[in-house]
């Protein structure tokens, strides 16, 4: 089904072309239309979220509570809250440390026990892998453990890595260590990469595609 | 200066070049090859086919424009196989940017279904601040209050008889930034949900344990994550159209690569023979 | 003095331990009520550092105009986009169909994306330049990466597909990548993964206990 762009949207497909090429513009050296876009996307960043504050933020937050609510103890975090501003106060900024301190309590707090389940315990329980199963030896249960085992070890770097009975398991770290940051480097490209195809997606079948009537 | 060192000490410029060249070539060309599935996307796939109609599940799309190319064409097909299957969607953010993204898509895959807005198969809640994602285990009606187009959630059909996560078969996250281990770590391990992923590709070897461990069921790695789901749900789109230009993109980082290395053994050659 | 620098860590060690606590206690009441209200206060707390963030923009480049430093000119540009998007979000909405959605799609997601789209032009370059296979390691690492590349694209699998030579399978190179990250990768990515939530663990501890004081400034 054809459908054909309205105003507003061709504008909107020439004004996003425009920024987009003179954001690449920059690929060729430092220019006047590469900074009028640096500058737009850092206003247009901040104007965006503070354009949302009062919608998403304030009024399900602050607003909802207190007025439709009746929860006037939400007046306690806002006064805390209403501290940070003492930070442009030399004589005052000390009570700016209270909200930091509440945030960091609750925070830390609040995200350890969560940590330790999922990201230690969880992680060390699916390292307990057997070597041996009904279908026989498990050679890649073995490299896991191997390769885990290690890893610590190479990080662990209280006892000099050069001793004797050390060297070997800090070297089969590296071996896995650079392995997994090969890996990480090859998937980098590709992400990278993606973002470029997707502009250039744009470019091609969105704008060009729209200006000389072809698609995808 | 000799011709090998002329080359490592060539103009970046023509480097960029090619670099376009080798994107735009595919492109225009129409590249397409066939796309072999990954098992973290297989498990994905087949956990949400195995979900019956009426399930609900929650689709957070954590990410902001810097990401879209990647992640974006997920959540696409993601909806549509929801929408398919008639799996409802409850459609969040934990990034503020990710609001205006996830109305656009949420509300246009849902006219191709011809699907409409009015809280029946889908509902879009868009951005709430704070730790949301410990609220939505408590009480999900209470965090969020109101749908994007301030709507009560109550008196929307697919939130009636909703508290929270326990009415959900499965939550995923889609991010470019460390937010899926906040999904493992609290809804995951707190609320014992099962957690999906899409990451772009500079998270993907990170999850690998979490999949491992089966604290995942199932994760989308990048553009060629989504181009793998595209090819499972059977409806291409722009994450298969961009993998010709992909995967000239990668033969071109891999002969850079081996043609600085032999340039840079053979100088080392001459310096050693000299 | 109490008050400038030790009840704020008596603070932060009283909410920590309580929120570590209340892990444990399954109370409904402390585990839905007390939660969700904590969790909003310290929505509420953050809101306030929005309006430090915003100053200090602000502040930079109104210096940069009234001392007309380098590129000033644009300065004016970015208070203009930031008022606009701002009056558009605060006096017309911001739905799906609203001029701020429409400024948002129009010049927010294009910049975005291709700020960081130029970091492939970057990473072609400094892969002709500077990737060396100068050790064992490095060769390693880049041998590991050209899998990875190979076996995460459609020209890899078609190129180098799974064969067999009489009845022994070969694998392509879409399985090996399979298999470097599946265990490999796997082991690796934990024992990092491990190290990185020790250290936070450390970290935070320290914060709640307060041998970490960094963060009162």
Redesign the interface.
Known sequence: METTLSFADMVSLFLAAFLTLAIFSFLWKDNFFYKLGEALFVGSAVGYNLGLIYDVIIFPRWVTPIFYQYKFFYLIPTVIGAMYITRFSRKWSWLSRYPMAMLIGFGSGFSIPYAIQASIFKQVSASMLPLWSSAGFELNNLLMVIGVLTTLFYFFFSIEHNRKLVRIPVRIGIVFIMISFGATFGFTVMARFSLLIGRVNFLWYDWLGALFGFKA | MSVLQKLLTINPRYVYLVVAVAVIFPMVWDLRLPTVTSPPVEMLYKEIESLPPQSRIILSMDYDPSTVPELHPMSAALLRQCFAKGIRVFGMTLNIQGQSLGVEIMDRIAKEFNIPNDGSQYVFVGFRPGPVIIQIGEDIIETFQTDFQKRDLRSLPMMVGVKNLDQFELCISLSGTSVGYSWIATPGTRYRKKIAVGVTGILVSNFYPYLQSGQLVGMLGGLKGAAEYENLIQHEDKAKQGMGSQSAAHILIILLIIAGNIIYFVQRRQAESK | MF???QF??V??????????I???VKHPVI??DV??E???????????????G??S?TRMHWMKIRHRRK?WF??Y??????????????IL????DTP??????????????????????Y???A???????KSF??T???????????G???????MFPDTSIGNMPIWGV?EIT?????????????????????G??AT??K??LGIERS???
């Open positions: 008050w400038q620098r704020p860590l603070v932060c060690f009283v909410l920590g331990v309580s929120f570590i209340q892990f444990f585990q839905s939660i969700n904590a969790a909003n206060f310290a929505t509420i707390i953050g809101i306030f550092a929005l309006v430090l915003l100053y923009i590129d644009f300065s540009v970015l208070f203009a986009s930031l008022l606009l998007m701002t009056l558009l979000g605060w909405g911001v739905g799906n701020f959605q429409w400024m948002y799609m129009a010049v927010m997601v294009p910049l975005s994306s291709t700020m960081f789209s130029l970091l492939a032009f990473m072609a370059s892969s002709f330049r500077a990737f060396r296979a390691e490095s390693l690492l880049l041998l590991a990466a050209i899998v990875v590349m190979l995460r694209v459609d020209i890899g699998p078609y879409d399979n298999w470097l990250l599946e265990i490999p990768n796997t082991a690796a990515s934990r024992g990092i993964g491990l190290g990185i939530a020790l936070t663990l935070s501890l914060m709640i963060y009162l400034g």
